[in-house]
């Protein structure tokens, strides 16, 4: 009898012969059945793995959470600017205020050196928002309503020094060119400084009132009584 063959009874009582498989078939087949295991087991592993790695993360929702952390920091960055500029453009307004009251008749002109001071430092504030970053809706907003309103109080204080070397025929309806036109700079401000308020508490900053100081009639928002920070 052959080693490689095993006798069996067939059906008529013969004896026929079984082959065995080679053994590099065999191998074979175990290496595909292993294969194909693995392929089962792979999929549920590799689903539970990739909800851990925040690389394998919805693109879309890794932007949006990118863009919120570049706006939380950039309202931060606003709104110090805001505060610092709103602090420069107090002692304009208070200059103005007495050249060109409120609903009142103009008061004595100001000294030609004390708008070219005016000038300069409503010229730096419109120069600090003329490159503003790249940011969210939220954040655009305040931010191009505070650019709004500095140009706007920049055009103001330009007016008056034209009312200053105009003839003394033309001067009045300058002044009170003047004076509109700063009392938009103050509504518009007043606007954009409400909606940096709001992004400051969204973000957990608390309030952030960076108004500047407005009269009766200028249409200016003015600030809530909530403390500031909380």
């Known amino acids: 009898m052959s080693n490689r063959t095993k006798l069996r009874s067939g059906p008529r009582g013969s004896a026929a012969p079984v082959a065995r498989a080679p053994a590099g078939r065999r191998l074979l087949l175990l290496l595909a059945l292993a294969f194909a295991l693995g392929a089962l087991l792979a999929g549920p592993i590799g689903a539970v793995t990739a909800g851990d790695d925040p690389s394998s993360a919805d693109p879309v ?39 060109v009251p409120v609903g009142a008749a103009a008061g004595p002109l100001a000294a030609p050196a004390a708008v070219t001071g005016w000038q300069a430092v409503t010229g730096k504030a419109v120069d600090g928002f003329a490159d503003p970053p790249s940011a969210g809706t ?5 931010r191009s309503g505070l650019t709004a309103a500095v140009r706007a109080l920049d055009l103001a204080v330009d007016t008056y020094a034209a009312a200053l070397a105009a003839p003394a025929a033309g001067r009045p309806a300058l002044l009170e060119l003047a004076g509109r036109q700063r009392d938009i700079a103050v509504a518009t401000w007043s606007t954009a400084a409400t909606q940096l308020d709001v992004l400051n508490i969204d973000a957990g900053h608390g309030h952030a009132h960076v108004f500047l100081p407005a009269a009766p009639g200028q249409g200016a928002l003015t600030a809530d009584g909530a403390p500031e920070g909380r």
Do not use: M, W
């Open 61 to 99: 929702a890794q932007l949006r959470a990118e863009e919120a952390r570049r706006d939380v920091a950039q309202i931060v960055d606003l709104t110090a600017q805001a505060r610092q500029v709103q602090q420069s453009l107090v002692p304009v307004l208070d200059g103005l205020a007495t050249a």
């Open 138 to 142: 939220g954040v655009n907003i305040a």
